[in-house]
């Protein structure tokens, strides 16, 4: 038999996480079909719906890492790390996005800077705009809180985070405008709620230093 060639046995789902990671995957699907249902401008649905697990999680998590690393230096995303240590710990990934960039929705609102729909689909056209339609991202926030409406009904760890959402269209996992992703998990003490604080005690421990002294470090004006 070749070297390593067995999963680790501390690798082996026991049974309860097999069944906590079918519940999660049950409930993801119906998180799809709670944003699916959820109220929409003039009716048009132009949410983009995906659940990931297993090895794209990792890769998801390795993304945010390396916008981290590579991208996003400065110490306004500090919070990148955490994240991604905090997404390791999902057993499935929901996400969500939106194409905010469809034929408007003719209500002349102004919230995307232009004084009606037809001069923001113009410029859309022209690609002269970065601007998203208004109403579209409203309807991505109704769909998220029905998707972890249900998540939190069924009683599943999760959490609404840009940064997933960021790396899986950098990983072309979705398409949309904006994307957001929803970890979900079943631990017995959930892993998003504290994050931040689990990882920089977590890294002042291993660096033998205490929390003060890391978070210094790490830019915090304490």
Known sequence: MRKNSRKKVN?????????????V?????LMAAAATTAPKSKGFDDLTIE?????????????????????LT???????????EAVKESAAIFL?????????LTLDCQACGFETCADFEEAIRQNRTTAL????????????SSATTV????????????SVGMAAQRLDLIKGDMVLGIPLAVKGSNPFFDRYLRFFLQRAREQGKNLTQVLREQGFNL
């Open 11 to 23: 690798e082996i789902p026991t049974k309860r996480e097999k069944l906590t990671n079918a519940a």
């Open 25 to 29: 995957k049950n409930v993801a699907n």
């Open 51 to 71: 659940i990931v697990s297993g090895a794209t999680i990792q890769q998801i998590a390795k993304e945010i890492q390396k916008m981290r690393q590579e991208d």
């Open 74 to 84: 400065n110490q306004t995303f500090w919070f990148l790390e955490p994240d991604a």
């Open 96 to 104: 969500l996005g939106i194409q905010a960039k469809r034929p408007p």
């Open 133 to 144: 339609c208004a109403f579209k991202i409203l309807d991505l926030g109704i769909a998220l």
């Open 151 to 162: 998540a939190a009904q069924h009683f599943i760890d999760n959490r609404m985070m840009w």
